[in-house]
């Protein structure tokens, strides 16, 4: 099986199937990554679609001494670093907002469904939601170093050479982010954190 690097490599030599397997490989986790970085999946889907947008602008200048997953990871943080940064600018709006059919009508009644769900996919969601939630009030330095840390299992030394900072930083940061995320999560929610 070819490695990342590999297949970027194979891209550049002109295989444009290498790049679609790239895609591929990075599809779930990269998308991941990005919907937990900026609590939103279609802006983590549109993020995703500009990494890759980027990767191959700049494939001519990837080190091949270097690995992939954290190029493309760093990339991918930039993106949401930028995009939110922007959204910050322009405001967001609530889903209890009125919309323009109505003043009766909210947002958040056109995305109702009648369709039950079952408990376990409930239960499973508002679980996930309260990860979201707990992780979208963490200062931007905070959420990325747990986001690389523990959700994508980086090593401390390939997220001080992402984020350009000393590893003993990242190790503060995680430090920090975890106690932050613990208190966020209890003072919200009410109750430690389940394994």
Do not use: C
Not at 118 to 132: C, F, K, N
């Amino acid at each position: 099986m070819a490695t990342d690097e590999d297949l970027l490599a194979n891209y550049l030599a002109g295989d444009q199937a290498a790049f679609a397997e790239l895609v591929r490989r990075y599809q779930l986790e990269l998308f991941a990554f990005l919907q937990r970085f900026v609590s939103d999946a279609q802006v983590a889907e549109d993020l995703f679609q500009e990494t890759f947008i980027q990767v191959h602008r700049n494939v001519r200048t990837f080190d091949p001494a270097r690995q992939f997953r954290p190029w493309v990871f760093t990339i991918a943080a930039n993106k949401a670093r930028d995009y939110l940064r922007a959204a910050g600018r322009r405001g967001t709006q609530s889903l209890d907002n009125a919309t323009a059919l109505d003043a009766n009508t909210t947002f958040l009644d056109l995305l109702e469904s009648d369709e039950p769900a079952p408990i376990d996919d409930l239960t499973r969601a508002e679980d996930i939601r309260q990860v979201q939630v707990a992780l979208a009030e963490l200062p931007e330095a905070y959420r990325e170093v747990l986001l690389l840390s523990y959700f994508h299992r980086f090593a401390y030394r390939d997220i001080a050479e992402m984020l350009k900072v000393p590893l003993g930083t990242v190790k503060s940061r995680l430090h920090a982010a975890l106690a932050q995320f613990a208190k966020t999560y209890r003072r919200r929610f009410g109750r430690p954190m389940e394994n």
